[in-house]
């Protein structure tokens, strides 16, 4: 079995189409957005197909599963529409994130405030609650921008995988040709 070493290029290529995939979605965040969003439309027509065929094959009582099968056109129908109406569903997503984040940092700041008898530091958790808070308003009301600012973080983890996997590989590389060097010659 050939270990890691011996596979550092694979993990160069994983490193290297994170860099592309971050560098793309930099320069052409829209293409980056419609590509998640009919992604997620195929997945959920899928999912939706696959739960659609489970629920109508018998189970052993010798009825379908109806909850599968609301589950499953559910899904389908989720899925069509994201595909043909992909703004509403980059609309829609971007407003749960925003709510997603006014939610968390209004319980963060609360618990900072139910904590600052018990320890020192709470002011860092209602810092983030504010962060949080704020970042939840800027999707809210903005979410051109925000989405863009979405778009751009994903492809800034992208682009920092991409730097730390071919680091990696470049390691691995170096190891896999110092012990070949240690072992000696090939046996004949």
Known sequence: MP?????WWAIALRGVAAIAFGVIAFV???IALTALI???AAYALVD???ALVSGFRRRADGRP???LIVGGIAGIIVGVVTAILPGI???FLLSLIGAWAIVTGVLEIVAAYRMREMIRGEWLLAVNGIVSFVFGLYILFFPGPGALAVIWLIA???LASGVVLLALAFRLRARERGSDMRQGPAPA
């Open 156 to 158: 800034l983890y992208a």
């Open 48 to 50: 939706g197909i696959f």
């Open 3 to 7: 270990s890691i070493t011996q596979n």
């Open 89 to 91: 569903t980059a609309l």
């Open 65 to 67: 599963d109806w909850m």
């Open 28 to 30: 052409f965040p829209t």
């Open 38 to 40: 009919l992604l997620f």
